[in-house]
């Protein structure tokens, strides 16, 4: 890692007591993406979101600083600053970083809360047209410059270790959202899934579109805990 993450601002929102709950948005999103659901949740829990570096009001860093590693150093900040353990809820890259979160720090995580979200891939191929796809999106989204690394993968460490994660998880993916509901099955494979939700008429932003759904599973995974 080339910068003191510490050093690094990371903006956040937080609300309500209780259970520890982190919300961790996807690539080229900002924590405001999970004010309805947290909304719904009022103050049954210990809400705390936040943007990843180089997104919404968190600092930007150079190129070179936005490496897996930086992202969960990142997470292990909030993670800290909301108790653990802590029920971590992600979409999409963010999901992703909960299950590599839950894989590094099995002893601060409660449960999992995957939204939309993807395990990374096994075959190189399947890698390499990812981050293809990714290079194109950045330069359409007019993204920092470097920041778009943070959703590219590297390796298949996190779906090659998934049986090792043990935290009880809810999963959601929206009605059109067919790619990821892909994932989904794959989780229901190696992982304790408790519930496996596939939201009506709501796509890969279903945390936007259906707050409540979101909101819901949370509630029945806290109380399982």
């Known amino acids: 890692m080339t910068d003191q993450a510490a050093d690094i601002h990371l903006a956040t929102t937080v609300a309500g007591s209780g259970t520890p709950v982190v919300f961790t948005h996807g690539w080229a999103d900002e924590r405001s993406v999970w004010?309805?659901?947290?909304?719904?949740?009022?103050?049954?829990?210990?809400?705390?979101?936040?943007?990843?570096?180089?997104?919404?009001?968190?600092?930007?860093?150079?190129?070179?600083?936005?490496?897996r590693d930086h992202a969960l150093a990142d997470m292990e900040r909030i993670v800290a600053s909301a108790g653990t353990p802590a029920v971590l809820v992600g979409h999409s890259l963010g999901g992703y970083l909960a299950l590599a979160y839950a894989l590094r720090h099995p002893d601060q995580v409660a449960?999992?809360?995957?939204?939309?979200?993807?395990?990374?891939?096994?075959k190189d191929e399947a890698r390499e047209q990812w981050n293809e796809n990714v290079d194109v999106s950045a330069k359409k989204l007019g993204v920092p410059e470097g920041s778009e690394f943070i959703s590219k993968h590297v390796d298949s460490w996190v779906i090659d270790s998934l049986g090792d994660i043990k935290a009880p998880t809810m999963v959601l993916v929206g009605e059109y959202d067919k790619r990821f509901q892909a994932?989904?099955?794959?989780?229901?494979?190696y992982m304790d899934v408790r519930s496996n939700v596939v939201v009506p008429d709501a796509g890969h932003s279903v945390h936007k579109k259906k707050p409540n759904d979101i909101a819901a599973a949370i509630t029945e995974l806290v109380a399982q805990l």
């Open 111 to 122: 449960g999992l809360v995957l939204v939309a979200a993807g395990p990374g891939f096994r």
């Open 35 to 67: 004010d309805g659901a947290i909304a719904a949740l009022g103050d049954s829990v210990h809400s705390v979101s936040w943007d990843l570096r180089g997104h919404g009001e968190s600092d930007v860093p150079p190129p070179g600083n936005y490496t």
């Open 183 to 189: 994932s989904a099955a794959v989780f229901g494979k």
